[in-house]
């Protein structure tokens, strides 16, 4: 019998950090918020570390990547949103956002691999892009890197 091989489409959750369109993958977010009232503030932590949430009864650390990675002024109004992501090794992190967008389906083969592309982030925190049919850059986030450990040591 012949191996097919099938294309591999994933759906992404897209969201805006400044003046960009980013996604990361569905399968990783556990859920959307918005941005909450109570944080409780951690001391001798990143700035971008915001602090901790209790989300059902779960402490998780809110991240604003917008701050990490520095794509404007990191304004909190009520598009501010907090994408609840799990990572492989089972954690729980919020990460604030400008705004969540949309789900994409997007085939793996059409990501282009990331130089530094001039996204403003890092290449190493970042999967690749694809074009839109707009013609606009989505960059698909690494989040198992953007989230790491080592990251979240206060610098």
Do not use: C
């Not at 294309?7 to 369109?21: D, H």
């Not at 520095?70 to 909190?76: H, L, V």
Request: glycine letters at 6%.
């Amino acid at each position: 019998m012949a191996e097919y091989k099938s294309m591999n489409a994933e759906e992404y959750m897209t969201f805006i950090l400044g003046e960009m369109k980013y996604a990361v993958e569905l399968p990783k977010i556990r859920e959307i918020l918005t941005y909450p009232e109570l944080i409780t503030t951690l001391p001798n932590t990143s700035e971008w570390v915001k602090g901790l949430i209790n989300l059902r009864g779960e402490v998780v650390p809110i991240l604003d990547i917008r701050v990490k990675f520095n794509t404007g002024e990191a304004k909190y109004d009520e598009n501010t949103a907090v994408i609840a992501v799990i990572t492989d090794d089972n954690r729980m992190l919020g990460l604030v956002v400008d705004r969540v967008d949309d789900v994409k389906k997007l085939e793996s083969a059409s990501l282009y691999p990331v130089s530094d592309m001039g996204s403003g982030i890092p290449a190493k925190y970042l999967k690749g892009f694809v074009r839109l049919e707009d013609n606009q850059m989505l960059v698909i986030m690494d989040i198992e890197n953007v989230v790491h450990k080592s990251e979240l040591k206060g610098s």
